[in-house]
T-cell receptor, first 112, second 115 residues
Framework: SQQGEEDPQALSIQEGENATMNCSYK?????LQWYRQNSGRGLVHLIL?????REKHSGRLRVTLDTSKKSSSLLITASRAADTASYFC????????????FGKGTMLLVSP | GAGVSQSPRYKVAKRGQDVALRCDPI?????LFWYQQALGQGPEFLTY????????KSGLPSDRFFAERPEGSVSTLKIQRTQQEDSAVYLC?????????????FGPGTRLTVT
């Protein structure tokens, strides 16, 4: 079963604009990860944020985590056409193994 | 270095046929995961191996699904008597170790279509 819900389901923006995607989840977690999927490169890990972290940056990516609201956001700044892809959040729970529980994803379209 | 590879990339099976999907993880990776991704959905966990031991198979949808990793490297996911609802992309992922804070590296997937 899916752990989380991404919002919005689809997002269409112009190159240079910022894109924000949100993710909500249901259970307590060890960490939350964001992945990108496109037909060319498959599913690729973008960034991991631990449950005791509130914000993390990697290049043009900024991720926030609010464990009290069980939500996370991914911000892509200065978007490029090459950012066009589906973006998934995935959680790892404290108990059990490092199995990823994915949301349904946000489809991002960046137009030149 | 090579990433995770999967074969075949595409498989068409008639309903009732058995299929075998192969995953070659990154060399030296201890953990190996199988996920199933239906069209328009996120991947869903099927099973997890730590080396050759299958430690979690709670996501396998029925006893028609079977996975193995006999020597702790290559893994095979077998689906017996395929049904139309088995049509999906099957993703394999590996991770360097067993900890929770390590990213998983995914293969390109095998797209299975059951007709």
């Amino acid at each position: 079963s899916q752990q989380g819900e991404e919002d919005p389901q689809a997002l269409s923006i112009q190159e240079g604009e910022n894109a924000t995607m949100n993710c909500s989840y249901k259970t307590s977690i060890n960490n939350l990860q964001w992945y990108r999927q496109n037909s060319g490169r498959g599913l690729v890990h973008l960034i991991l944020i631990r449950s005791n972290e509130r914000e993390k940056h990697s290049g043009r990516l900024r991720v926030t985590l609010d464990t009290s609201k069980k939500s996370s956001s991914l911000l892509i700044t200065a978007s490029r056409a090459a950012d066009t892809a589906s973006y998934f959040c995935a959680t790892v729970m404290n108990s059990g193994y490092s199995t990823l529980t994915f949301g349904k994803g946000t489809m991002l379209l960046v137009s030149p | 270095g090579a990433g995770v590879s999967q074969s075949p990339r595409y498989k068409v099976a008639k309903r009732g046929q058995d299929v075998a999907l192969r995953c070659d993880p990154i060399s030296g990776h201890v953990s190996l995961f199988w996920y199933q991704q239906a069209l328009g959905q996120g991947p869903e966990f099927l099973t997890y191996f730590q080396n050759e031991a299958q430690l979690d198979k709670s996501g396998l949808p029925s006893d028609r699904f079977f996975a193995e990793r006999p020597e702790g490297s290559v893994s095979t996911l077998k689906i017996q008597r395929t049904q139309q609802e088995d049509s999906a992309v099957y993703l394999c992922a590996s991770s360097f170790t067993t900890g929770t804070s390590y990213e998983q590296y995914f293969g390109p997937g095998t797209r299975l279509t059951v007709t």
